[in-house]
């Protein structure tokens, strides 16, 4: 599946999946990542508990829910395999400042690397399971 296609054209809510080093999970909203190439997404993080989580245990899980009829949306099973702190490249691919929106100073961004281990639908165990 080509993920750059699919998230350029679809609209939803995404919920990233995190756990801690004894296995204490944490989910939270996510915008639509940002596809890099064929196997590697990136997410722009503060440094709360997702990325807290991150730093003791690489993997994460990303649902996101399309908003059409029916149930539609993908699964991305992740392995983290680098981060940035506002580096340049975050910075050219943001899509929101928060709080340059509400006149506040800015607080310091991570963009997160992962690998994308599996995709599968919503809803099923996808076609190789």
Known sequence: ???GEYFKDSKGIGVLATADEQGRVDVAIYAR???IDRETIAFIMPDRLTHHNLQANN???YLFIEEAPGHKGLRLFLSKVREEKDSE???SIRR???ASERGEEEESRF???FNVDRVLPLIGAGEDS
């Open 59 to 61: 993997h994460a899980a």
């Open 111 to 113: 963009l997160v690397f």
């Open 1 to 3: 599946m080509d993920l």
């Open 96 to 98: 929101r400042r928060y």
């Open 89 to 91: 490249l975050l910075n």
């Open 33 to 35: 990542p940002h596809v």
